[in-house]
């Protein structure tokens, strides 16, 4: 249902954008968003976005994460600027339809000091 890419190694300082690809159209979702799991802590919300239009971020990451979509694509991503050892982690794409949940496979993204 979701296909996450982009992760990699970037230096602390550097940037990386994810995607999610969807198995349907963007709009058939009534809240989208990306988590993170760093290593030995739970999953946290990293950013959330509603139907609304609205992205509301956690605190540690406004200002230089950006969440977007691409309806023609089907497809949601995930900027990352400014990036800190900090936010070393798997990301996952979290897609809610009704009460139901799907997550992505998560990609691993590090990041150097």
């Known amino acids: 249902q979701l296909v996450e890419s982009g992760g990699g190694l970037v230096q602390a300082g550097g940037s990386l954008r994810l995607s999610c690809a969807l198995s349907?159209?963007?709009?058939?979702?009534?809240?989208m968003g990306w988590y993170r799991q760093a290593p030995g802590k739970e999953r946290e919300l990293v950013v959330m976005?509603?139907?609304?239009?609205?992205?509301d971020y956690v605190d540690p990451v406004k200002g230089r994460f950006a969440f977007s979509t691409d309806a023609a694509k089907n497809t949601v991503y995930l900027v990352m600027n400014r990036l800190k050892p900090e936010d070393t982690g798997v990301y996952y794409c979290?897609?809610?339809?009704?009460?139901?949940?799907?997550w992505g496979q998560g990609t691993l993204v590090t990041v150097s000091s």
């Open positions: 976005f509603t139907s609304a239009g609205r992205a």
């Open positions: 979290n897609a809610q339809q009704g009460s139901t949940n799907y």
């Open positions: 349907e159209s963007i709009y058939a979702f009534d809240v």
